[in-house]
């Protein structure tokens, strides 16, 4: 028995553990000289006997792995089954369940952000390559291109270059640096297009809002750690703020009409929580006061509601009380995620949130495990 078991199991997040040199093994040469080195700080010892660990189990194939699913779940990060081998990884779905699954990266773009525009699109090109190559042997494992802001030209190619290369989803920031237009603005409008043509999600992920919370705040006298021994990654103040700039980013798409313009274009918000969408549907239908004085508004044909559900998808943080939130909001709207191998997924996501969702009626906890992860792909999800 597999751990999904009888269910119909999409998984809307999983996550490649970078090692180093893997990224730079997908570089142009104009690009690997100046990318940054994969800095781990506290938790490069991990990844390393990680490395050690998975020599030892490719040496004797996947026959001798834990086939325990339970088992699999345990372990987290570098020392998690499949956490950074594709073949291991395959074994992972077979045991767990899924009948697919998007996998991002992890730590990459760190050794590529930043105000360099060749280097930030020379190393989110390296990145796509390094993911679709990933995936590319199990038509389950769904890699997901990353594509920043800077210069709307060149994000569209760099949109294009990975969905040609293998990429099934394309994430971009929820934050927008200095003087870039609006994802809204007519400059972007072929990047949707495209999408919307190729039947392919734009998503947003926890860590493309950027930092929401001042450093000042996290300087009250304490020390603060985390699983992976740093202490800068999720802290709870940031916890309270992780909503913020997806809130914004997709209220955008909602009502300047991306929506309305490119009716096949879908959407999700994927490992920002899902708290926030409850009141949130609410507050963007309250926003059409303004269509007096903003034109966008007043070429809305429905409530922005409504694109919401036709076009939207939201992963709750496992533990989040989905029961409440489909009462609230619809079935329509959440969908399942395990965070594989990342620790936040918890080491049993599916009876974390069965223990939120009594009363649920079968054909909504189906919309939760699969349809609505479906919906990104207008119901043909490419395995």
């Keep these: 028995m597999t751990y999904a078991g009888d269910r119909l199991v999409f998984d809307a997040d999983s996550h490649v553990m970078e090692l180093p040199g893997w990224l730079e093994a997908f570089a142009d040469s104009s690009t690997v000289e100046t990318l940054r080195p994969l ?3 506290g938790a490069g010892a991990l990844a390393e006997r990680a490395v050690e660990e998975a020599a030892t189990r490719q ?3 996947v026959a001798t792995l834990d086939s325990d699913p339970v088992e699999l779940l345990r372990s987290k990060g570098w020392g998690a089954v499949g956490a950074f081998d594709s073949t291991e990884r395959s074994f992972v779905l077979d045991q767990l369940g899924f009948a697919a699954q998007l996998v991002f990266p992890t730590f ?3 050794q590529f952000a ?3 525009l060749d280097l930030l699109y020379g190393g989110s090109d390296a990145l796509n390559r390094a993911m679709a190559a990933f995936c590319a042997d199990d038509a389950r494992m769904l890699a997901v291109a990353s594509v920043p802001w800077g210069d709307p030209a060149r994000t569209i190619e760099s949109a294009r270059r990975a969905i040609a290369e293998g990429c099934r989803a394309v994430m971009v920031p929820t934050d927008l640096p200095r003087g870039v237009v609006s994802p809204t603005h007519p400059d972007h409008h072929l990047l949707w297009a495209l999408l919307e043509a190729e039947n392919v999600p734009v998503v947003s992920h926890i860590g493309g809002g950027g930092r929401a919370v001042r450093p000042g705040f996290h300087d009250n006298g304490h020390t603060v750690t985390d699983f992976l021994g740093g202490g800068e990654n999720v802290r709870a103040k940031d916890f309270m703020a992780i909503h913020q700039r997806p809130e914004i980013f997709w209220a955008a798409m909602v009502l300047d009409g991306m929506f309305e313009q490119f009716p096949g274009l879908r959407g999700a918000s994927v490992e920002e929580g ?3 969408v409850v009141p949130w549907v609410r507050r963007l239908d309250r926003a059409m006061q303004f269509a007096k004085t903003e034109a966008p508004l007043r070429d809305l044909t429905k409530p922005p509601s409504e694109y919401v559900r036709d076009h939207l998808r939201f992963t709750p943080f496992a533990g989040e009380p989905v029961g409440w939130m489909l009462d609230q909001a619809g079935a329509d709207l959440f969908m399942f995620s395990s965070d ?3 620790p936040e997924g918890t080491k049993d996501p599916i009876d974390r949130f069965e223990a939120t969702m009594d009363g649920v009626d079968d054909e909504t906890r189906g ?3 699969s349809t609505n992860f479906a919906a990104l792909y207008r119901g ?3 395995v």
Excluded: C, E, I, N
């Design 39 to 41: 800095a781990l700080g």
């Design 380 to 382: 043909a999800v490419p």
């Design 114 to 116: 930043g105000k360099d």
């Design 340 to 342: 594989y191998p990342h």
């Design 367 to 369: 919309r939760f495990y």
């Design 108 to 110: 990459a773009a760190t």
């Design 274 to 276: 899902a708290m926030w």
């Design 59 to 61: 040496a004797g194939g």
